[in-house]
């Protein structure tokens, strides 16, 4: 890993008796774009707040661009950026206002900037709108256009696509792609696996305040074997056909198909084998070992710890 | 600092509800004018206009309307989100009450200051000029009476300071900006009936809103004054520190 933008060591947070964030370590390269992804009430959003300041840790420690949070606030948080769930603004003040509320808070800002950001998420037309009158979507792309306001070295998304249409969806992925380009580290929670499936080179994935897998994403999805998805009129007899077979894992029946673990490219001997035994194929589809499915593996795992 | 100053004056130029209260202002310096009217009487001048509402005003209008700005600035803005959004700037938690606090002290002394024009304004417009002051039976010169005025109104903004500190410390512990009104407000009025009905006024902040009593009284002993002000100073100082220090501490999960 090259030059490490975020270091976050032993963190631990109670709120009251009940242990939120427990022994979380973590390291962010810079330029990457990390995800971190969690269940409902994992501890992503706690973490994010603890990264940035605003909740305090009962222990453990924080280093942002080298600078410790605790001890040197003010220079760690520089050049941090941030959305933290829906993004909260002033309504009764324009975009260009609310924006400006931050750029006065950091010296070497220019006014300039904020028609940058605003220009660059597409809001430039409706700069001198009142907040209170944006969309859901449009108030993501200001976070996104105040985190980028005082040229941040990392930007925490807390679910960036929660309650975005499609369209919202695709405006806000092409936004991170544009930020990678430009070398900015991206730090985005979600629950949407597929999402941070598309845009992540890194990940960590937390459950009840613990950190359960971390790893480079192509590495975590390698697996040696495969999922293909069968459809047939004939599924109690597929089933049954594919009972004693040496390279099938596991076989289970969804409500139309079957579901099939199989030995990493034998799929091309699963279909001649069906075929031969006079089983009606209507489609035989691989599905893609995907980040959900590797969560859901994982959380069974844990469950049944 | 001087940044987060700033951004408060933005937020609260841009709140309708700010110019609601100004017209308020404006027709609680008309009313004495409405009292002429109904009770014909013609002692009032341009030149002791401004004092003629200055005691309800003092006691009053500005420690209420000091529940609500703060109610709106510190709960209200934790509340909605946005605290949150300054505390993650390159700026401490001690800079963000403090600036808070400044700007009420700016903004005291600009409505103290707004409130003396208005007086000065109607008074004179409604009355002209006049001859000589006269206060509480005593008569002074038109110079000491601008004097006294003028010292009475923008003293005033101190133990209205030391007031919304106070509120301050309330509105850092309270979980809802109705909870922070009803609260600041609660005791407010309560300390108003104590001071009517006990002796213990001195030890009460709001004792010390209706500044000309103690102006008038530092021409006859300058102790009580000195003593007010060590007492102001005090009360804002203990409240100010209570608050940094549970804002400091305070995890912020909206
Ligand atoms: N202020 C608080 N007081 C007590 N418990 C809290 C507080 N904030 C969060 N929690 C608890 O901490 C846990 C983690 O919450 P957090 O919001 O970090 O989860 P999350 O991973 O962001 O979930 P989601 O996907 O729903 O956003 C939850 O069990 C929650 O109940
Ligand atoms: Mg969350």
Same mark, same amino acid.
């Given at each position: 890993m090259g030059e490490c933008l975020l270091e976050i060591s032993q963190l631990g947070k109670t709120f009251g008796k009940h242990k939120v964030l427990h022994n979380v370590n973590l390291k962010v390269a810079k330029g990457e774009v990390f995800g971190f992804l969690g269940p409902n009430g994992a501890g992503k959003t706690t973490l994010i707040r603890v990264v940035l300041g605003l909740i305090r840790p009962d222990c453990g420690s924080i280093l942002i661009n080298g600078f410790n949070l605790q001890t040197n606030f003010r220079r760690a948080i520089e050049h941090v950026g941030a959305v933290v769930e829906t993004p909260k603004f002033y309504p009764q003040l324009t975009a260009y206002q609310n924006l400006l509320l931050v750029k006065n808070?950091?010296?070497?800002?220019?006014?300039?900037r904020i028609g940058e950001v605003l220009e660059l998420t597409g809001l430039i037309a409706r700069a001198?709108?009142?907040? @209170?009158?944006?969309s859901l979507g449009m108030k993501q792309r200001l976070g996104i256009a105040r985190a980028l306001l005082n040229y941040p070295k990392i930007i925490f998304l807390d679910?960036?696509?929660? @309650?975005?249409?499609p369209q919202g969806i695709i405006e806000v992925r092409s936004l991170i792609h544009h930020l990678r380009q430009q070398g900015i580290t991206l730090f985005i929670t979600s629950h949407l696996l597929h999402e941070v499936e598309q845009v992540c080179d890194r990940i960590a994935i937390i459950k009840n305040g613990t950190i359960i897998a971390q790893g480079n994403l192509t590495d975590l999805l390698r697996s040696d074997c495969e999922v293909v998805e069968i459809y047939t009129k004939d599924i109690l007899e597929t089933y049954n056909a594919l009972a004693g077979v040496a390279f099938v894992h596991k076989c289970t029946i969804n409500q139309s198909s079957l579901l099939v673990e199989l030995d990493k490219g034998s799929t091309e001997h699963l279909i001649p084998f069906l075929v031969r035994r006079n089983l009606h194929l209507q489609y035989v589809i691989l599905r893609k070992y995907s980040l959900e499915d590797f969560f859901m593996q994982l959380a069974s795992k844990e469950g049944n710890l | 600092m001087i940044g987060l100053i700033k951004n408060e004056w933005l937020k609260l130029l841009n709140n309708k509800k700010f110019y609601w209260f100004l017209l308020l202002l404006l027709i609680i310096y008309l009313f004495p004018v409405l009292m002429t009217l109904v009770v014909r009487m013609n002692t009032l001048n341009g030149q002791v206009y401004p004092l003629t509402v200055f005691g309800v005003i003092t006691s009053f209008v500005m420690p209420l309307f000091l529940i609500v700005l703060i109610a709106e600035i510190v709960t209200e803005d934790y509340l909605s989100g946005n605290l949150s959004h300054t505390i993650?700037?390159?700026?401490t938690r001690w800079q963000i009450i403090t600036a808070k606090v400044l700007f009420v002290f700016l903004l005291l002394i600009t409505l103290m200051l707004f409130c003396l024009l208005l007086g000065y304004g109607i008074g004179c417009f409604i009355f002209?000029?006049?001859t000589d002051f006269m206060l509480r039976g005593a008569s002074y010169t038109s110079l000491t009476g601008v004097k006294l005025t003028i010292i009475s109104y923008l003293s005033a903004s101190l133990p209205l300071l030391a007031f919304g500190l106070f509120v301050t410390f309330i509105a850092v512990i309270v979980q809802s900006g109705a909870a922070a009104v009803g609260i600041s407000a609660g005791i407010l009025f309560f300390s108003i009936m104590l001071e009517l009905l006990t002796e213990i006024g001195p030890f009460?902040?709001?004792?010390?809103?209706?500044t000309l009593p103690f102006i008038l009284g530092a021409f006859v002993n300058p102790m009580t004054l000195i003593s007010s002000i060590v007492f102001i100073s005090c009360f804002g100082l203990l409240f100010y520190f209570l608050t940094l220090v549970i804002f400091i501490r305070k995890d912020m999960v909206l």
């Open positions: 808070l950091h010296r070497s800002l220019h006014k300039n001198h709108d009142k907040v @209170g009158t944006f679910e960036p696509m929660n @309650g975005l249409d | 993650i700037q390159p700026v002209g000029w006049g009460l902040i709001n004792n010390y809103f209706n």
